[in-house]
């Protein structure tokens, strides 16, 4: 099943819909997905909602979106819930989606994404944190041992249980 059309969700499709973003979020009521999908679609300029059609026009994916004002001025686009269904390749359908949505991101002029996600163990954030590519980290990570005589350390500092970020290596 590939992904053939993205569009924006209109409200005859917000129904059928619902058993899509279900997927993302169980007990979703109808009545709340009516209500967040009118939200966000209200203007195209502040977010919307993205759906995915396959070759025999069964939805197949689903992108809720919201764009904001950042303190700094500038446009942030958030992807706020992303659901891909596919019985061969849920990965197209979402790549399809992703592409649309950073493309909708430049047409109204976002300088950056966002992603929204469930906050996990400590470890895991950190690690999806450096390897996303936001974290600049221009110095070295002295240990205390190490700072007071000048040396460099032997590698990265271990984050606990031996597991360290993706991408740190000795």
């Known amino acids: 099943m590939a992904c053939v059309s993205i569009h924006r969700l ?27 999908a009118k939200a966000r679609n209200a203007s195209p300029a502040s977010g919307g909602v993205l ?4 070759e025999e026009a069964r939805p197949c994916g689903l992108a809720v979106y919201s764009v904001s004002d950042q303190p700094d001025g500038r446009r942030s686009l958030q992807v706020e819930s992303l659901i891909a269904f596919s019985a061969l390749d849920p990965v197209a359908v ?20 966002c992603l929204m996600r469930p906050l996990g163990q400590s470890l895991e954030v950190a690690a999806e944190v450096l390897a996303s590519g936001v974290a600049v980290l221009p110095s070295l990570i002295w240990s ?8 460099q350390p ?12 993706p991408g740190l290596t000795n």
Do not use: F, H, Y
């Open 94 to 113: 979402a790549s399809a989606l992703i592409a649309e949505v950073v493309r909708l991101a430049r047409v109204v002029g976002c300088e950056t994404l």
């Open 144 to 151: 205390s041992s190490s700072s007071s005589s000048g040396e």
């Open 51 to 54: 759906l995915a059609r396959d």
């Open 10 to 36: 209109s409200n005859d499709e917000m129904d059928e819909a619902w058993v899509l973003a279900r997927l993302g979020d169980p007990g979703l009521t109808l009545k709340a997905w009516r209500a967040r």
């Open 154 to 165: 032997a590698g990265p500092i271990d984050l606990g249980q031996g597991r360290r970020p």
